[in-house]
């Protein structure tokens, strides 16, 4: 049997700092480029996946119309859910896990309303006085790495694709949108970046692996919309004082973004359609 190489052995660590601080990284790629991402709808209007070398994440939409929370602001509601089944997880501890859930889900909930890219008053139904509530459950079957960027993408791309129609409020209230175009609350496409700090602050890694990440001086997690605003920045890690590193990551966020928009606008151009109900 072989032995094991954790990603904290001194051994590993020495070993990989010496490979960073040659630019090189252990899949091949370059500092700044990102592993490919395979997106694809299993079950229409139902089950989404977002694939990326030893990452999937699957993703289940439930769409249904609901009264609105507050009624004198209604706005539609989306909820963000995410698990990690035992099987992936077995090394975490039930407290750790929750709190990792709860950080990414807290993420993915504040990206999409703060970037501005989610019109939640279109999802008012006014002549029934009702909103649009979407439930997503991210279900994390693999993870190797850069987990809220995945679980980010797949919800927006979740949103983009599914579709408004033969939906339901109560037991005795029907919304026959099969009448109306597709429907999307997605106005633009909010982008999220976890970014490994190595070499002194001196590079950055984007889409770091799980190895990346743990043997990394710390992390920098940034949300960006394709006006270039930041609507989302936080550390991991020992990283006070990082504005030398905000530039850096910025500028590494803009060029990820013009990349990402164009993979999203293609997948999902045919299914943004607006209404006026």
Do not use: W
Not at 41 to 58: K, L
Not at 80 to 95: F, G, Y
Not at 202 to 226: A, C, F, H, K, M
């Amino acid at each position: 049997m072989e032995a094991e190489l954790t990603p904290c052995s001194n051994c590993v660590k020495s070993s990989y700092f010496d490979l960073i601080r040659s630019k090189e990284r252990l899949d091949g790629r370059t500092p700044h480029s990102r592993r490919e991402i395979l997106l694809a709808e299993i079950v229409p209007n139902y089950m989404f996946e977002i694939y990326s070398e030893g990452t999937r994440v699957h993703c289940r939409a439930k769409l249904e119309i609901v009264p609105p929370k507050n009624p004198d602001f209604p706005e539609g509601i989306i909820n963000i859910n995410i698990d990690l089944p035992t099987v992936t997880d077995h090394s975490i501890a039930k407290e750790e896990k929750k709190a990792y859930l709860a950080e990414i889900e807290g993420i993915v909930d504040k990206c999409l309303r703060e970037s501005g890219s989610i019109d939640y008053k279109s999802m008012y139904i006014e002549r029934i006085k009702c909103v649009f509530k979407l439930d997503i459950y991210l279900t994390v079957l693999e993870s190797n790495g850069s987990l809220p960027d995945y679980c980010m993408f797949c919800v927006v791309y979740s949103i983009g694709k599914c579709k408004y129609h033969d939906l339901y409020i109560s037991a005795h209230a029907r919304y026959d949108g099969q009448s109306h175009k597709m429907f999307s609350p997605l106005r633009d496409y909010p982008f999220f970046y976890t970014l490994a700090v190595y070499n002194d602050r001196r590079l950055l890694l984007v889409d770091p692996t799980l190895i990346e990440e743990t043997n990394s001086e710390g992390l920098i997690y940034l949300g960006v919309n394709r006006s270039k605003e930041v609507f989302y920045l936080n550390y991991r890690g020992n990283l006070t004082d990082a504005n030398a590193l905000n530039k850096y990551a910025l500028v590494l966020a803009e060029e990820q973004t013009s990349q990402m928009y164009t993979l999203f606008k293609n997948l999902l151009t045919d299914t943004r359609y607006e209404v006026d109900y």
